[in-house]
């Protein structure tokens, strides 16, 4: 039974069109994350929540946005998507912060860009 | 320098053999260490995490060598469906921060 659901499996929008992702969880964890991943790269962390407490990393850009609305959904904003942002976006869940926590991810969503 | 680093590989090894994956972090302060493995196109999946005694899981062991900041994976007895990207992951120093490496690639022949 998939635990973490990422909604859509692929999404085409086009530049400049604002797009929203969506995650939900199962596990009733507390942290949700928000990862992009381009080919051959390693997943990049955007942004988590650990409850409520929305904590942004430092080099991600003003262009994403994230809400999470109770402990099960989270849901990525991307208000104008250039072409740089087509990648897999991924979901991921931790129980909590801190030591031997480990994430367990959502299939993903494929992001396109026309 | 990077919080991960991980031989892309790729390494191609036969059936049977064994192959072992080295990830270096830079944060000596890292109190967690995980290995997950990657299909193509499809997400992350936990493999093991990596305990300081070291473990092991079946044809896997993770070690973790703290004085020189790396960890270890390896593989026993290759199997055709043990090919995959491998990914180490680490945890910050406020267990805030989780980095992943880009990854190594294996293929294993038949």
């Known amino acids: 039974d998939a635990m973490v659901i990422q909604n859509p499996r692929y999404q085409v929008t086009q530049f400049g069109k604002p797009v929203t992702l969506s995650c939900s969880q199962t596990?009733?964890?507390?942290?949700m994350y928000w990862y992009q991943q381009k080919s051959s790269q390693a997943p990049k962390l955007l942004f988590h929540?650990?409850?409520?407490?929305?904590?942004n990393e430092a080099d991600t850009p003003d262009n994403f946005q994230s809400r999470r609305p109770n402990t099960s959904f989270c849901f990525l904003d991307i208000r104008s998507p250039g072409l740089g942002d087509a990648a897999m976006y991924l979901c991921a869940t931790s129980r909590d912060l801190g030591r031997n926590q480990p994430q367990h991810f959502g299939d993903g969503t494929r992001l396109s860009i026309l | 320098r990077k919080e991960v680093e991980q031989d892309p590989g790729p390494f191609n090894v036969p059936e049977g053999a064994t192959v072992a994956f080295n990830c270096t972090y830079s944060?000596?302060?890292?109190?967690?260490f995980f290995w997950y493995r990657q299909d193509c196109r499809k997400e992350p999946k936990l493999l093991m995490s990596v305990y300081s005694s070291g473990n092991e899981d079946g044809r896997f062991t993770a070690q973790l060598n703290r004085a020189s900041q790396y960890i270890s994976l390896l593989i026993r007895d290759s199997k055709l469906s043990d090919s995959a990207t491998y990914l180490c992951a680490v945890n910050g120093n406020t267990g805030n921060q989780f980095y992943f490496g880009t990854g190594t690639s294996l293929t294993v022949i038949p």
């Open positions: 596990l009733n964890h507390n942290v």
């Open positions: 944060n000596s302060a890292s109190q967690s």
């Open positions: 929540y650990y409850d409520k407490d929305f904590n």
